[in-house]
Structures are given as C-alpha cells and as structure tokens.
C-alpha cells in the first residue's frame, strides 16, 4: 500500500499506545522491522514503520489512544519520530481518556471513543501491536461492529513482533544461542497483515444475507470490490455470482417455470468452487448449497410431475421463511393452477408445459381450476348461474368436473377450499396493501396460513396426479 492508493474519503490509523518494558526507559527496543512490502525500518515503534510505509502525509487522522503512564513514557519520543517522517502535526490525536485500569468497564470506555473516531468513507489502517493484551479483542470487536454500521474499508489490520527465530540461522545456533554474542545492530522484527481475516465478516455477512434472505447484492458487491489476492477466492468467482444473482431474482420474480434451472445452474458451479477449497470459504459454500439445494435437486421435465411440484412447493417453503408473502402465495396459486393441468385429457395433456400451446391451455385450465378450489362448490357460479358463463368456459368447465368430483370422492376437493380461499384473500390484501381489506387480523397469520397451505398441497399431490392419471387412460 502506498500514499497513491484510491481515496474517496479520510485516510485514519488507528493504535494503542503502549508501556513495554516497566524497568526501562523507554520502554521499547529499537527493532529493525520487515514490512509485508519487503522494506525494512529501524525503529523501537512498529507505528512508525507502518505510517512511513504507507505514506506518512497521506494520513488525515493519527488516532493514538494512551493510557497515563503510556503517555508520559512514550508520547513525546514518537511524535517526534513521526513528524520527522513527515506526519503532519495537526493530524495526530491523542486519546488521553484511557486509564491504566482494565475493568471491563474502563474496556468499554476506549471502545465507544474508538467507534468515534471512524466516519463512513474512510479507509482504515489499524495497529494492534503495543498496548493492553485486550487490544486485539478490542480492536476486532470494534472492526466487526463497524462493518456492519459504517460504510468504511479496512485497508490493513497490521501486528508488528520481535521475530526471535531469525537471530539463529540452524537448529545448532538456536540451542546455543545463549552462549553465542549477540549480533550487531537492532534485532529483527516483522510486521503482518492481519486484514484478510477480518475479510470473513464481510463474506460470512454477505453469504449470510443470500441464505437468510436470498440477496445476492452484497456477494456481487465483495466480489467487484475485493482485491485480496487468495482470500475467498471462489466467491469472488464472477461467473458463480453471475448465476447466484439470476437464482434470488428468479426467486423473489416467481419465476416458477425459470427456478428449478436457475438453481441447478447455480448449485453446479457452487459445487465446483466447493471443490477447490477448503476451510471457512468451503464452509459458506456447503451453506449455499444446503440451502439452495432442494431447488436444484430434482431434474425438471416438461410435464407437470411430481418432481415438477416439488420443486415448486421448495420454492414457496422459501418464500415464507423468508417472510416473502406476498411472493409465496403467488407462487402456491401459481402450483394450484398447474395442479388442474394433471387433471386434463387428451390432446390437451399432451402438449409441453413449455410450449406455447401448453402455456394457453394452462391459461385455460390452470386459472379454472385454481377459481374452483378458491370458491366452495355452493357458489360455484359454473353450476349455480351458468347462463352468466361464457360457452368458452363452460366446455372447459365440463372438462375439469371429472377430475374435481374424483378429487371429492377423495376428500381432496374440499381440503383444497379451505385452504385455497385463505390464500387468496392475503395475497389480495398484500396486492392492494392492505386498502381494500377490513381487519388485518380477520385474514389470519400469514406464516400460518401459508404453512397449513403448503402443507396441504404438499400431501394431496401424489394423489391427483394419479387421479389424473386415472383419468386420462379411461
């Protein structure tokens, strides 16, 4: 990273200043620190390496927090180092308010302070090297909270250590280290980014919001963004967010006759990138397809099959975990409706679902079908006022009471209405927002009554499809 980098908004680093050593003064050794970029710093402060590193003037805002003790050992000495690097003096604040105590309460303090010092824009550099032990836990508390409530980027997560093990060159010189003189000038040191760890907050959030919500914005969002090289490699993969987007835009269209392919399409190429990695990117993942698996899981064929609904009632089972209501009753209609077309004959059976002729016989029949499980028989207009029924649908009508009269006989036609008609009128008043309707809680709990719908649809499929088929053979 280098002064030049994109900038849309303030550029902060953030540390802790800390003691070191209670027997010396100062309290910290001069280390000659490599940093990730290959150079390499003499100094008894890893800020300093950093903040040189990355373009000392490049910095609006140097945020030191200090205890009391901190602030009397150390302060002067590296603000100096940092003006002569070229700091500006008016960028460095001090945080004085933090006390030598650690209670959880004093912790909790310099947490709020710290929240205070990011703005959404920025770009952050944080220190975790010198302070209290519970700076890391802090600090990491504090980058996983500001993910999720500021608009900001974490440019590195820096940790900067005395590297004991490079003093020796073999496992001889390390036994003997003890004897051996010390060598010349400063011991070495490094400094590591720790920033791609804190990479999975955002990952795990964003396949978080695709699982629990079928949004696949903040995946695509990570994925045009992230310039990590190696982490989370697969997620990133365009072609993966690519079919993961037209999957959940499938879903929340109710594209009932587009879903089954979108998922297989998308749950093929997850499954691939699962294949290639492993640990926490291979976890989110398995998620996704956990998730999204019963979709995908059944090979649709151009018919109205038992896989067919199946997949249709994952569809709604998803919609209504989602709380998606509105779309779950229209896709549990959209299933009643190709319901009816099990119950046809003839040459109206025998045209694809897909085809254009089978999409005006679904228009036919589906929609007829999908009226007469809506409205008890008692008040079916097609029996009680016939003469008010277009000729068209009346011979449609005639085509379909077969199959609805063997549905009674089996008890399924009136399991059908109960449930039907509570389903219609939600999904009126979700249509209407709720203008056209009396009480809302006349119309009952949604999630129930979709539940009890599903439920249904669920157990009387097998049945008409074999009624169906009964049908068509006679």
């Known amino acids: 990273m280098n002064g030049e980098e994109r900038r849309e908004g303030r550029r902060v680093f953030v540390c802790f200043l800390g003691i070191g050593s209670h027997t010396k003064d100062p309290g910290y050794e001069v280390l000659r620190y490599e940093h990730p970029d290959g150079r390499t710093y003499e100094t008894r402060f890893a800020q300093r390496a950093i903040i040189e590193a990355a373009g000392a003037a490049s910095f609006d805002s140097i945020v030191l927090f200090a205890t009391t003790t901190s602030r009397e050992k150390h302060l002067e000495l590296l603000k100096a180092e940092l003006l002569e690097i070229g700091c500006r003096e008016d960028a460095i604040h001090v945080k004085e308010d933090v006390r030598d105590a650690q209670t959880s309460e004093e912790q909790w303090k310099w947490f709020e302070l710290l929240l205070l010092c990011i703005q959404d824009g920025d770009e952050v550099v944080f220190d975790f090297t010198h ?162 698996g019963e979709l995908g899981r059944h090979v649709e064929t151009d018919g109205y099959t038992q896989e067919y609904f199946e997949v249709q009632y994952a569809l709604v089972d998803m919609l209504l975990e989602h709380e998606l209501f509105m779309q779950a009753f229209t896709a549990m209609r959209e299933a009643v409706a190709s319901l009816g077309m099990v119950g046809v004959r003839g040459k109206y059976r025998r045209k694809s679902r897909l085809g254009s002729d089978g999409r005006r016989h679904r228009k036919r029949f589906g929609e007829l079908f999908a009226a007469m499980c809506a409205i008890e028989r008692n008040d079916w207009k097609w029996e009680v006022q016939p003469e008010q029924v277009g000729d068209g649908q009346m011979r449609d009508f005639a085509h379909l009471l077969p199959f609805w009269n063997a549905l009674e006989e089996a008890g399924h036609g009136q399991r059908l209405q109960e449930v039907m008609p509570k389903v219609g009128r939600l999904r009126n008043a979700y249509d209407h927002g709720w203008t056209a309707v009396g009480k809302k809680s006349d119309l009952g709990n949604a999630a129930e009554v979709g539940r009890e719908a599903l439920s249904v649809l669920r157990e009387v499929t097998p049945d008409l499809i074999g009624i169906g088929a009964r049908l068509s053979n006679e």
């Open 131 to 292: 302070g209290f032990r519970s700076v890391p836990i802090v600090f990491s508390t504090a980058i996983a909270y500001l993910q999720r409530v500021r608009s900001f980027r974490l440019a590195h997560a820096f940790y900067g250590y005395m590297d004991t093990k490079a003093k020796c060159d073999s496992p001889a010189e390390q036994q003997s280290k003890d004897t051996k003189p010390k060598p010349e000038g400063p011991s070495p040191g490094r400094i590591i980014d720790m920033a791609p760890f804190f990479r999975i907050n955002d990952w795990t959030d964003a396949v978080s919001r695709l699982v629990h919500s079928a949004d696949a914005g903040r995946l695509a969002e990570l994925a045009e963004t992230a310039d990590e090289a190696g982490s989370f490699a697969e997620l990133r993969d365009p072609e993966l967010v690519r079919a993961l987007t037209e999957l959940t835009a499938a879903i929340k269209d109710v594209r009932v006759n587009d879903v089954g392919a979108a998922a297989g399409t998308a749950l093929k190429i997850v499954k691939a990138r699962r294949e290639r990695c492993k640990g926490a990117d291979r976890q989110l993942l398995q998620m996704v397809i956990e998730k999204f």
